[in-house]
């Protein structure tokens, strides 16, 4: 059977963050089994899109989830990424 994954990989960045959210690339990269530079790819796209806002604390990095923001699948209108994160990470 081929291996397939429920949620992208960006979906699964992001609840990695929800989690930690000072978790550095080389964490995020281990929790999903890719490489550094994938997870630096998905958190730029993340980012960029504006579902991530980076802060530099010292020499760190914390994200800041911004659960506010509409999911872009449309089958979903109306659903905001909060939505959807509080049902896959329960606080």
């Known amino acids: 059977m081929a291996e397939w994954s429920f949620l992208t990989n960006h979906a699964q960045a ?3 963050i929800t ?3 000072d978790a550095r690339l080389k ?3 281990s ?3 890719v490489t550094e530079r994938t997870a630096f790819a998905l958190v730029r796209d993340l ?3 504006g579902y991530l806002v980076k802060q530099r ?3 760190r990095t914390r994200y800041e989830v911004q659960e506010h923001m509409p999911l872009p699948d449309s089958t979903v209108r109306g659903r905001t990424l909060g939505d ?3 049902l896959l990470s329960p606080a």
């Open 14 to 16: 992001l609840l990695v």
């Open 19 to 21: 989690r930690t959210p």
């Open 27 to 29: 964490d995020v990269a």
């Open 31 to 33: 929790a999903l089994a």
């Open 47 to 49: 980012t960029d899109a």
């Open 57 to 59: 604390d010292g020499r």
């Open 84 to 86: 959807v994160l509080a």
